[in-house]
């Protein structure tokens, strides 16, 4: 198990689903918390579960995000693992992805991915240690139906990962991606619904189909990825770098 204690973490989107369970297996690792996200009640009942930090940062603003970075940085002061996790999904098909969706996908999962690692991964690099892991998911790694606008972004977070990680790789900070499938959370709870709802079928036989997809006929739970992301966070994870690692029963193989 990683040993986190002294260190500073940043969640986004840790209010719910994979955030706050990441939130809580970081802090149980020693680590102290800050958490991000729109909904301050959830937020609050995270930070005062792991005694750490709420913040309130709506990444579709980009003032608001600017400045609630700056209200991270005086409160937290240094962050030395950042974990970009806040993300949505649409699915649609490409007729009806509008210039609406893309740009709120590409501002909130790219967008405010980069932002985030701008404002944090310099002052890493000074102190001469960091880690960041992007939650990216398979659909960064294969094409699925129906989620061009999600699956361009996400494919540009594992880019934006390989990038920054040839950059930064003689600094101490590692940079990486996780790679989900289908995890419990409201997420995959409201792809159900969306699927049930344009096939006609009951939620019980698209949930089917979603388990169908992994040779383990299962979703992942949150804890899962939360586990990967700590394990990323460790000492002894310093070589893995620029990677995009799947957490998905098997589903890729590369
Ligand atoms: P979720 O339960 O829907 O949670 C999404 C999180 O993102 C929430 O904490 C939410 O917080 C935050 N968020 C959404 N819009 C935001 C905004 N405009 N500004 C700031 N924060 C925002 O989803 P999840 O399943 O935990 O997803 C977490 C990450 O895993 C996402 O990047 C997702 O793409 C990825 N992923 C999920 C699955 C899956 O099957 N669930 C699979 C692969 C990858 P607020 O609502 O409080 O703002």
């Given amino acids: 198990m990683s040993d986190l204690s002294g260190r500073t973490v940043l969640i986004t989107g840790g209010s719910r689903g994979i955030g706050r369970a990441t939130a809580l297996h970081l802090a149980s690792l020693g680590a102290r918390v800050v958490v991000t996200g729109r909904t301050v009640e959830a937020l609050e009942?995270?930070?005062?579960?792991?005694?750490?930090?709420?913040?309130?940062?709506?990444?579709?603003?980009?003032?608001?995000t600017a400045s609630a970075i700056a209200e991270v940085q005086e409160r937290a002061g240094h962050i030395d693992c950042l974990i970009n996790n806040a993300g949505i999904a649409v699915g649609a098909p490409l007729h009806r992805t509008t210039d609406e969706v893309w740009d709120r996908i590409q501002q909130i999962n790219v967008h405010g991915t980069m932002a985030m690692c701008r404002a944090f991964v310099p002052a890493m690099a000074k102190a001469g240690?960091?880690?960041?892991?992007?939650?990216s998911s398979l659909a960064g790694l294969t094409?699925?139906?129906?989620?061009?606008?999600?699956c361009a972004s996400k494919h540009a977070v594992i880019g934006l990962v390989r990038a920054l990680a040839m950059e930064y790789a003689r600094t101490g900070v590692t940079i990486n991606a996780v790679c989900p499938g289908w995890v419990e959370t409201?997420?995959?709870?409201?792809?159900?619904?969306?699927?049930?709802?344009?096939t006609g079928r009951s939620a019980d036989h698209?949930?089917?189909t979603l388990e169908g997809a992994s040779p383990q006929g299962r979703m992942?739970?949150?804890?899962?990825?939360?586990?990967?992301?700590?394990?990323?966070?460790?000492?002894?994870?310093?070589?893995?770098?620029?990677?995009?690692?799947?957490?998905?029963?098997?589903t890729v193989m590369r």
Avoid: F, K
């Fill in 129 to 135: 240690w960091g880690r960041v892991v992007n939650v």
């Fill in 206 to 208: 698209a949930r089917a």
């Fill in 220 to 250: 992942v739970e949150a804890e899962e990825v939360a586990a990967l992301i700590g394990t990323l966070c460790g000492e002894a994870s310093r070589g893995i770098h620029g990677q995009a690692i799947p957490v998905d029963g098997g």
């Fill in 186 to 198: 409201d997420m995959a709870r409201e792809a159900i619904d969306r699927i049930a709802q344009s």
């Fill in 143 to 150: 094409g699925q139906a129906y989620t061009s606008a999600y």
């Fill in 45 to 64: 009942a995270v930070a005062a579960q792991t005694e750490g930090l709420a913040v309130r940062m709506d990444l579709a603003d980009r003032a608001q």
